[in-house]
């Protein structure tokens, strides 16, 4: 990682004047970009007085607070003698960021800041997302939910327990904000490629929420992370006495759905039905029957099975302009069988169905490969997401097998088994085609089924490769160089709940996922594609969000699924009033004077 000091001091006013990642804009029209303070006098009212103002991290400025507000807030003395732009502070914190050495030490800084000075943590998150995405989000965050009751520091979200069933309106309440938009939801059992982390897996919903305001622009204080915590089967955890959550075994069947149940009717009661709840890293047992039991029901949607379908079509339709041919023209094996790959395959599918491909070819076009081997109609016992994808063929047991018998033009890889895609695969994909299709998903780093350098070494260049973790450029012995493409879902539900929220949608249908994966890849450059990329770079998410917004008000207003009215004339100012800035507010007191002779005191 470059240094953020060096950097700092010499770009630190061109890195800040990005606007978060916005286009630029002349002063008069920053209000309409969301950049504006958040009231039209530009002063914030607050009842808030002395430690209260300094222990809130929505309203804590640190050193920024004028001596004005200080006086005025009461906290004239509880602050050093010093007063600090923004920009200085942005600059003092890199600069502690620097002294870490770990990553996970890094996490720990960035979520204190976060805890202390909300507006300080999303300016320097979205002034430089590059650098801070893998820290506060993959890979990083797998490793802080594995050691997050060690870094537990303060509450971040709701920790919701078996226990509480039937008193859940109740604990609802104890959370501060009543005006609640955005919430994401885990029970910890299938956290990344890490496994059941049972109340660990509260980082999770953390990161997804910091990142629906730094790439999305949603005010954090319409956010709510929740863990569900029913117990854990991890055994290590369940013998560990430092362990923070309940210590059991998971409570499954009619008891879970019951809490669920009940979970998903209080947070709709009190916030209303408006209110998005993403379901995040829950079993495959779990996930796919949560999401078809509630989505036309309820605003939500599952971002392991539709924002990572979203994301990894966006790469395969950015592929295309390399491959120089139609969707349809391609044939895909997977090496997983669950929620990611079901996802993927079906999303491929509706856009097959967009070439005028019917339901019975496309399927023909989607190999699976699970734990005991090919997917195939003889085998017995299937699933029935599993069932629709099986294929009239006898059994084959491992990738190689498939890879050399299928020919695929494309393999995906999410099954978080690291280095499944072997030195044979890529080669024998490289041998098969021009230019194959290599996509490893799996996430964190240690489970990605090939790093990027392999992929572009084995077929000496010819590999379109996109992963779900970061990889640093790849040059090649003849002095090709080749940035990684990362199929990272920040580039998918950020907009998506960005668009869905400012506008009302009830009930997330797949066409809007399909209709994202088609706006990412059009932000995709010819340049892009020549570096190796299939996705624009991480420096701009905050504009492909805006535009992925912009593109489900869109959709929702046209197909009618939308419930703010009346309908927007200009989207994009509609989209832009919704955003968050981390800016700095004023809690300047609005003083004026009456005129003389109203003032005159009456004496005796």
Not at 24 to 38: C, D, E, K, W, Y
Not at 139 to 145: D, E, I, K, S
Not at 162 to 181: F, Q, R, V
Request: proline share 5%; hydrophobic share 40%.
């Amino acid at each position: 990682m470059q240094s953020f000091c060096k950097t700092a001091t010499n770009n630190l006013m061109k890195i800040l004047s990005r606007n978060a990642g916005f286009p630029s804009v002349s002063p008069t029209s920053r209000a309409g970009l969301g950049i504006a303070r958040a009231s039209h006098s530009g002063i914030v009212p607050t009842k808030k007085r002395g430690y209260d103002i300094t222990r809130n991290p929505h309203l804590n400025k640190g050193m920024a607070f004028t001596l004005e507000e200080r006086l005025q807030l009461g906290i004239h003395g509880l602050l050093p003698p010093c007063f600090l732009s923004q920009d200085v502070q942005v600059l003092r914190v890199m600069k502690s960021y620097e002294t870490r050495s770990s990553d996970l030490d890094k996490y720990i800084l960035l979520m204190t800041l976060q805890d202390r000075n909300e507006k300080l943590f999303y300016r320097l998150l979205t002034s430089y997302i590059e650098e801070f995405m893998p820290i506060v989000y993959t890979p990083t965050v797998g490793l802080a939910c594995q050691q997050y009751g060690l870094a537990f520091r303060r509450p971040r979200g709701l920790f919701i327990t078996i226990h509480d069933k039937g008193h859940i309106a109740t604990m609802l309440n104890s959370w501060p904000e009543d005006d609640i938009k955005a919430i994401v939801v885990t029970d910890g059992e299938r956290i990344l490629g890490l496994g059941d982390l049972g109340s660990y897996g509260m980082g999770i919903p953390v990161g997804k929420l910091a990142l629906y305001t730094a790439c999305g622009g949603v005010r954090p204080q319409n956010c709510l992370p929740v863990l569900l915590d029913v117990g854990t089967d991890n055994q290590t955890l369940l013998e560990d006495p430092l362990y923070i959550g309940l210590k059991h075994k998971r409570v499954r069947g009619k008891e879970y759905d019951e809490l669920i149940d009940e979970f998903m009717k209080a947070v709709t009661d009190k916030y209303g039905m408006n209110c998005l709840i993403q379901f995040e890293d829950f079993a495959n047992s779990n996930a796919f029957r949560i999401l078809g039991k509630y989505r036309n029901k309820y605003c939500t949607f599952n971002d392991d099975i539709q924002g990572t379908a979203s994301v990894a079509v966006a790469g395969i339709l950015a592929a295309l302009r390399i491959t120089k041919n139609k969707l349809s023209d391609h044939k895909f094996v997977f090496q997983g069988a669950g929620e990611a790959a079901m996802g993927i395959a079906h999303l491929i599918i509706m856009a097959m169905k967009k070439e005028g491909v019917p339901y019975a070819e496309a399927v023909k076009k989607i190999w699976m490969v699970d734990s005991k081997g090919l997917i195939v109609k003889s085998r017995g016992n299937l699933n029935h997401e599993k069932e629709q994808f099986a294929q009239e063929h006898p059994e084959v047991r491992t990738l190689e097998e498939v890879v050399q018998i299928v020919k695929p033009t494309a393999i995906i890889g999410v099954a978080a088994i690291g280095g499944a895609f072997t030195e044979k695969i890529i080669k024998d994909m490289a041998s098969f085609n021009k230019r194959p299709i290599i996509f490893a998903l799996s996430n964190p780093t240690s489970k990605a089924e090939c790093t990027a350098e392999q992929c572009y070494t084995l077929t000496e260049g010819r590999g379109i490769f996109a992963s779900g973790s970061p990889f640093d450029k790849v040059t090649l012995a003849d002095g090709r160089s080749f940035v990684p493409g990362q199929g990272n879902n920040a580039y998918v539900f950020p907009g998506v709940a960005l668009g869905v929220i400012a506008c009302g949608v009830r009930h997330i249908s797949d066409d809007i996922f399909l209709t994202t994966a088609e706006a990412i890849a059009q932000e995709v450059t010819e340049q892009h594609l020549a570096e190796g990329r299939l996705y624009p770079p991480l420096s701009t998410i905050r504009e492909v969000s805006f535009k992925i917004a912009v593109k489900v008000v869109n959709y929702a207003y046209r197909n009618g699924i939308a419930s703010v009215y009346p309908e927007p004339e200009d989207k994009e100012a509609f989209i832009r009033s919704h955003v968050y800035s981390p800016d700095y507010d004023s809690f300047t007191l609005d003083t004026y004077s009456w005129p003389d002779h109203a003032m005159q005191v009456q004496d005796v």
